[in-house]
């Protein structure tokens, strides 16, 4: 069962008590990401989380560290496109000395210009990484691909020319907007007592003040371009993508069945024709990426230049079968079960738990609990999958990023392969 409790400045404390662990997971969970940021601003979001570990007024960065270690605790942070999350994880018995360095970097965090010069130069050595990682880079283009220049078509961490002019001011700024009481959810999962960990919160977040925040997200349209980008790999890694299901789609639970059923396991559809009856890739796989009001259905292959276009005629082939209904009952009962496993053995984690309840808090009315998520997986029909492929692959909306030895002839050739799915030959 869920405890929520709400102070009275408005932060959100939701919790789930699993008395058999000896530890407990706790993010606290700003509803704000690169997706609240303005185009000369991007990257500030990610900057700022990697600045609330540079010292606050009453302990240096390597105190917090230390002070980490001390307990045996974890603590880490990441941003996303619609929320930034900073956890923690500890032992049970060390929950209120976490809490606290957890509520001193939210809180009281110096934000130094010296610091701020040097973590700048670290974030730029982050973009180089996911440059050199062509993987992480097609992924990325995927979302400028389908939506352009929209905030959720850009990528989290910024742009160097972005990131190199932020100030400190724009950081405080953003953090005066967005940081406030009625946008922060405090999630905690494992061997803890609710009452406890709200008197905990109170103590240390009790006095921030500010208004509600009201974000205005406008709806990203779908552009289905093709972009490459070339490199000198040994592999081209091609992603494919439509528009897909929105956390609160009534569509998410056959899309997910739809997902599991043309690349999600290893007797999928994709992995069984592409990797083990032909032997063209050693990874390949689809997916759903879902935000408040909208969702990418992407599909990933690594290959060889030389069978690029083979691969990109059988992905699309697969999904002209799936449209058209041909897929059997046993295909959705295995798709099925996956799914609610997966579903079991995440929440088997803590973190994984944590994170769950904090998204629910989030983006959903109401905190939904894993057995009626299962229900809602056993009662799609496959009739519900066709007509969700039909819907969702919409082969005229489909778009393309490929990183490696790949040029601007492959958009000649995808739009060529996309037409003859279109006319149903």
């Known amino acids: 069962m869920y405890d929520v409790s709400v102070l009275r400045n408005g932060i959100r404390v939701v919790t789930e008590t699993v008395p058999h662990v000896r530890s407990v ?22 900057l700022i989380e990697h600045m609330l570990f540079k010292g606050t007024e009453s302990r240096t960065a390597k105190q917090i560290a230390e002070e980490v270690d001390g307990i045996g605790a974890q603590l880490n942070a990441y941003t996303s496109k619609e929320y930034t999350c900073y956890y923690t994880k500890c032992l049970d018995q060390h929950l209120s000395p976490a809490i606290d360095i957890m509520s001193d970097i939210y809180c009281r965090s110096l934000i130094l210009e010296t610091e701020l010069n ?19 880079l097609s992924h990325d283009l995927i979302f400028k691909a389908l939506w352009g220049d929209h905030p959720l078509g850009t990528n989290t ?20 907007q967005w940081y406030r009481p009625s946008n922060l959810i405090v999630a905690a999962v494992g061997n803890m007592f609710h009452a406890e960990l709200v008197q905990l919160i109170d103590r240390h977040l009790g006095g921030l003040s500010g208004e509600l925040v009201q974000p205005q997200f406008t709806l990203p349209v779908s552009r289905g371009d093709v972009l490459t980008i070339e490199k000198d790999t040994e592999q081209v890694h091609l992603c494919i993508a439509v528009p897909g299901a929105s956390r609160v789609d009534p569509l998410r639970y056959s899309v997910s069945v739809l997902d599991m059923l043309l690349g999600g396991s290893m007797s999928s559809r994709l992995f069984q024709e592409l990797r083990e ?9 689809s997916y759903n990426t879902c935000y408040s009001d909208a969702g990418l259905f992407g599909i990933y292959a690594g290959v060889s230049r030389e069978n690029l276009e083979q691969v990109i005629h059988l992905i699309l082939e697969q999904i002209r079968q799936v449209r058209e209904g041909n897929v059997s009952e046993s295909e959705i009962a295995r798709a099925k079960e996956q799914l609610k496993a997966n579903l079991v053995i995440n929440l088997e984690s803590m973190g994984n738990r944590m994170s769950r309840l904090a998204k629910l808090a989030l983006f959903h009315e109401r905190l939904v609990v894993p ?3 299962m229900r809602q997986i056993d009662s799609v029909t496959l009739s519900n999958v066709v007509e969700t492929a039909q819907l969702v692959l919409d082969p005229s909306r489909l778009a393309v990023s490929a990183v490696g030895p790949v040029d601007d002839s492959l958009s000649d050739y995808f739009n060529q392969q996309r037409d003859r799915v279109l006319s149903g030959c």
């Open 371 to 373: 057995d009626e998520v």
């Open 25 to 46: 997971s706790v993010g606290y969970w700003i509803k704000a990401g690169s997706r609240s940021e303005s185009p000369d601003k991007r990257g500030v979001s990610h």
């Open 277 to 285: 009856e032909r032997g063209l890739v050693y990874s390949t796989y």
């Open 157 to 176: 961490i910024g742009e160097r020319d972005t990131i190199k002019a932020l100030s400190r001011g724009d950081l405080t700024s953003y953090m005066d």
């Open 118 to 136: 040097k973590e700048k130069s670290v974030v730029l050595e982050e973009i180089s990484m996911y440059e050199d990682n062509p993987d992480e």
